[in-house]
C-alpha cells in the first residue's frame, strides 16, 4: 500500500484556490480527470522511476540491493518497454553496458507524433531498439529481436546483472521457437487451440513447451547472472507466469500434460506438424530451475516484481476522484466476461444505489431483489460476492451521509462477441450497452440532477482499430440517439461503436486521450450521484 501511496502522489492535489472551479465541473468533466490520473500513475517513465532507485554503487529494487560495477545488461519486450528502457537507462546510468529491447513496429515514430519525447532513448543510448510483431503478431523481425535477446543473456556471468523489462504484448515480441520447429508452426498449433476454445492457461502450458524463452526460458539462459524483472502487467490478478508468458518466472513442463491438451482439442499427434511432435516425444520432463520471486529468500537468483497494474491505477484514481469532491469506491480490477453482462452489472449497481433509504417493505423487497441479482451474476463477470457486498454495504450507507457522488472504480478486460465488421472495441461497446442499461429510467434524479455517468477506457489509449479510448455516457443516451435517428441496435450487431459515438453529439461522448505509452488493461468509472430523499 505505501507503494501505492508513493506512485498516487505524482497526482496534484488541487489548491484552495481551485476548489470553486472543482465544484462547478460536471461530472461528465470528473470522469475524464479521474480517468486521466489513473493513466498518469502507470506511465513507464513513473513506474520505473518509483520502483528502481540507484544510491551511490547500490542500485534497489523490491527490497534487495545489487552492486553496480560495470555490470548492468538490459532486455525488454512489449509495448510499454520503450519508455521503460528510457527511465532505466538513466538511472543506472554508466554501469549500463548494452541492451536489447523488442517493440512494437513503428512505435518509435508514433511517440514521436504524440509528444512523447520522454518514452524515447537518447541518441547515445547503448540500448538497441529493435521493432516488430506488426498488428501485434509474432514475426520473423520479432523473432530476429528474440535471437538477440537470447544471445546476450546467454553471454553473462555471475558478475553480471540482468534486468528484464515486461510489458503487455511482451509474449509475441519475444517468440523463440525451439529447434526444428518453424514460428509459422508454433503459431499454427496455438491459433487452432484458441479457435478450439482452450483458456489461457492451456494456450500457455502448450505455449512454453516450444518455446525456448518463455516459462522461465530467458532466466535460464542468463546462467549465474542476477536477474531483475520489472513488470507492468496487462493480465487480471497480476499473474507471474501469464504476463508475456513468464519468460523469468520457474516453470515445469510436463509433455503428458501438454499431450492431455492437445488431444483435448482435437490436436492428436497425427494432425501435429512433425516438428512438434518430435519436440514434445524428446522433451522429458524439463524444469527451469529458477527462483518464481524475492519471496524465497535474498540468495534467489530471479526477483520479478510488479511495478505497475491495474490496481494500482485504480487506486491512484480513488484519490483523483476524493480530490475532485467524490467519494471513491473500487469495486475489482478484476472485470471480465462478454460486456452484455458486464453493462448489465453496471446497471444493476446504478439502480442499487439510486434508491432511496428503505423506509416501506416493499422498497426493502426491491433492494434485496437487487442484490440477488446482482451476487447472481457477480462470478459471470469475474468478481467475488465478497467485493459485491463490500460495495454495496458503502452504497448504503452514503444514502444516509453527507457525501455528494460516489465514485465507483473498476478495471479488468471483458470480451465482445463479433457478429458484424464494424469499428470499435470493447470500451466504446461497453460504454453505449450501459448508457442503454442507464436509460431505463435513471436519466435524472429528484431536483432535475444529472442521473450517473458512465467511462470505460483503455489506458493504452487504443479501444480496438480505432483511435479512441473509450466513451463516456449516461441515461440521455437513447434519448439523443433517437433525436439523431440513430439506431442503437444495428450499430451494437454489427460492432460499430465508434461510428456510433462519432456521430452521435458530433463525437463529444468519445474518450481520445492519444497513445498513452503504457498499459494496465481498461479502467471503467461510474459517477452515481446521491439518491432521492428519504420518502414515507
Not at 547503448?126 to 506488426?134: N, Q
Not at 475489482?332 to 428503505?358: E, I, Q, W
Not at 442484490?371 to 444514502?399: C, H, N, Y
Request: with cysteine.
Amino acid at each position: 500500500m505505501a507503494r501505492v501511496l508513493s506512485l498516487c502522489r505524482l497526482v496534484r492535489a488541487p489548491q484552495q484556490p481551485l476548489r470553486l472551479a472543482v465544484r462547478s465541473m460536471s461530472l461528465d468533466q470528473r470522469a475524464r480527470e479521474v480517468f486521466s490520473a489513473a493513466v498518469e500513475s502507470v506511465q513507464p517513465d513513473r513506474v520505473v522511476r518509483r520502483s528502481l532507485e540507484r544510491r551511490g554503487d547500490q542500485l534497489e529494487v523490491a527490497g534487495r540491493s545489487f552492486k553496480l560495477q560495470h555490470n548492468v545488461h538490459l532486455v525488454g519486450f512489449g509495448k510499454a518497454v520503450l519508455g521503460m528502457a528510457a527511465e532505466a537507462e538513466k538511472i543506472v546510468g554508466e554501469h549500463l553496458v548494452k541492451g536489447v529491447i523488442s517493440v512494437p513496429n513503428g512505435i518509435q515514430e508514433t511517440l514521436r507524433q504524440h509528444g512523447k519525447e520522454q518514452m524515447l532513448l537518447s541518441s547515445g543510448s547503448r540500448i538497441t531498439v529493435m521493432e516488430g510483431a506488426k498488428h501485434n503478431l509474432p514475426d520473423a523481425d520479432a523473432q530476429q529481436a528474440a535471437d538477440s535477446i537470447r544471445q546476450l543473456a546467454s553471454s553473462l556471468t555471475d558478475t553480471d546483472l540482468l534486468l528484464v523489462l515486461i510489458s503487455g504484448g511482451g509474449s509475441a515480441l519475444l517468440p523463440a521457437p525451439v529447434p526444428p520447429i518453424s514460428l509459422q508452426e508454433k503459431q499454427d498449433v496455438t491459433r487452432s487451440l484458441a479457435a478450439a476454445g482452450a483458456t489461457i492457461q492451456e494456450l500457455n502450458t502448450v505455449r512454453r513447451s516450444l518455446s525456448l524463452l518463455k516459462g522461465g526460458g530467458l532466466a535460464a539462459c542468463a546462467k549465474n547472472a542476477q536477474v531483475v524483472a520489472l513488470i507492468l502487467s496487462d493480465v487480471i490478478g497480476d499473474p507471474l507466469d501469464l504476463i508475456a508468458s513468464g519468460p523469468t518466472v520457474e516453470c515445469e513442463i510436463w509433455p503428458e500434460q501438454v499431450w492431455a491438451i492437445l488431444n483435448h482439442y482435437g490436436l492428436p499427434a497425427s494432425s501435429l506438424p512433425a516438428s512438434v511432435t518430435e519436440v514434445l516425444e524428446n522433451a522429458g520432463h524439463k524444469t527451469a530451475k529458477l527462483s518464481a520471486d524475492s519471496s524465497s529468500g535474498d540468495n534467489s537468483r530471479i526477483t520479478n516484481a510488479i511495478i505497475g497494474s491495474n490496481s494500482i491505477a485504480l487506486e491512484c484514481a480513488g484519490r483523483r476522484a476524493r480530490e475532485l469532491g467524490l467519494r471513491p469506491l473500487v469495486l475489482s480490477p478484476s472485470v471480465s466476461g462478454d460486456v452484455r453482462s458486464v453493462a448489465r452489472l453496471y446497471g444493476l449497481l446504478a439502480r442499487y444505489a439510486s434508491g432511496p433509504l428503505p423506509a416501506t417493505s416493499s422498497q426493502a423487497k426491491h433492494l434485496s431483489q437487487l442484490a440477488d441479482k446482482l451476487l447472481q451474476l457477480g462470478p459471470e463477470v469475474g468478481i467475488e460476492s465478497w467485493d459485491l457486498m463490500r460495495t454495496m454495504k458503502v452504497l448504503e450507507d452514503s444514502r444516509d451521509e453527507t457525501w455528494g457522488a460516489t465514485c465507483l472504480l473498476a478495471g479488468g478486460e471483458p470480451t465482445v462477441q463479433l457478429t458484424g465488421k464494424g469499428r470499435g472495441g470493447r470500451n466504446q461497446e461497453l460504454a453505449l450497452r450501459v448508457g442503454l442499461e442507464l436509460g431505463d429510467g435513471l436519466g435524472t434524479n429528484v431536483g432535475g440532477d444529472k442521473g450517473p455517468v458512465f467511462l470505460s477506457g483503455g489506458t493504452d489509449g487504443q479501444d480496438g482499430p480505432t483511435e479512441a479510448a473509450g466513451a463516456v455516457t449516461d441515461g440521455a443516451l437513447a434519448e439523443e440517439a433517437r433525436g439523431q435517428g440513430l439506431e442503437t441496435d444495428d450499430f451494437l450487431v454489427n460492432n460499430d461503436s465508434f461510428t456510433f459515438f462519432s456521430q452521435l453529439r458530433q463525437g463529444q461522448r468519445i474518450l481520445m486521450p492519444g497513445l498513452t505509452g503504457t498499459n494496465v488493461m481498461d479502467v471503467h468509472i461510474m459517477l452515481l450521484p446521491p439518491p432521492p430523499a428519504l420518502t414515507d
